[in-house]
T-cell receptor, first 117, second 114 residues
Framework: AQSVAQPEDQVNVAEGNPLTVKCTYSVSGNPYLFWYVQYPNRGLQFLLKYITGDNLVKGSYGFEAEFNKSQTSFHLKKPSALVSDSALYFCAVRDMGSGGGADGLTFGKGTHLIIQP | DVKVTQSSRYLVKRTGEKVFLECVQDMDHENMFWYRQDPGLGLRLIYF???????EKGDIPEGYSVSREKKERFSLILESASTNQTSMYLC?????????????FGSGTQLSVL
């Protein structure tokens, strides 16, 4: 079985400071990892994904995420937070050995990111 | 840009009613999905479809059914709505069955069952 944990329900960061949203995962094989963002009253938008290769993945809106296999983590980061980054962030994992489609994708419970002016 | 459109942003229904949630995508995607989103529970997969007239159960299919008569349209049906089906419903689509494909989401339908 595979799972995703987002240990923080909410993260508060002052504008201009670096931010980190944590995600850890568990899969039997190797993972594909995703981050999505949900702005108020909107659907989820894709931010970035890790498939293979470089452990540091760059995505939309200046976000990046670092894959750490030994710690089974895929934390989302941004060097300088903006108030407009305030949203709900979801981490998701899929086992590379799964059958594909939707049946292998597991989402975390989400982390509210609040950027204070 | 890919567009996934859900027909209603808000719906209010009564217990026992039959409810239809409609979703249309405009990019010829093979796969379509229905999730429900609840606070503290994240996203949970209800049903998905790889092709026209094809459907597969997700993690929580009980109380729901789906229909995919055309490639671009995927409908979620609540045969007899109950209060525990009050939730945000999200439709999504993707190109292929590849395991590294991202999902494109609609804006969601907030359903309240009274």
């Amino acid at each position: 079985a595979q799972s995703v944990a987002q240990p923080e329900d909410q993260v508060n960061v002052a504008e201009g400071n670096p931010l980190t949203v944590k995600c850890t995962y568990s899969v039997s094989g190797n993972p594909y990892l995703f981050w999505y963002v949900q702005y108020p009253n909107r659907g989820l938008q894709f931010l970035l994904k890790y498939i293979t290769g470089d452990n540091l993945v760059k995505g939309s809106y200046g976000f990046e995420a670092e894959f750490n296999k030994s710690q089974t983590s895929f934390h989302l980061k941004k060097p300088s937070a903006l108030v407009s980054d305030s949203a709900l962030y979801f981490c998701a994992v899929r086992d590379m050995g799964s059958g594909g489609g939707a049946d292998g994708l597991t989402f975390g419970k989400g982390t509210h990111l609040i950027i204070q002016p | 840009d890919v567009k996934v459109t859900q027909s209603s942003r808000y719906l209010v229904k009564r217990t026992g009613e039959k409810v239809f949630l409609e979703c249309v995508q405009d990019m010829d995607h093979e796969n379509m999905f229905w999730y429900r989103q609840d606070p503290g529970l994240g996203l949970r997969l209800i049903y998905f479809s790889y092709d026209v007239k094809m459907k597969e159960k997700g993690d929580i299919p009980e109380g729901y059914s789906v229909s995919r008569e055309k490639k671009e349209r995927f409908s979620l049906i609540l045969e007899s709505a109950s209060t525990n089906q009050t939730s945000m419903y999200l439709c999504a689509s993707s190109w292929t069955v590849s395991t590294n494909e991202k999902l494109f989401f609609g804006s969601g339908t907030q359903l309240s069952v009274l």
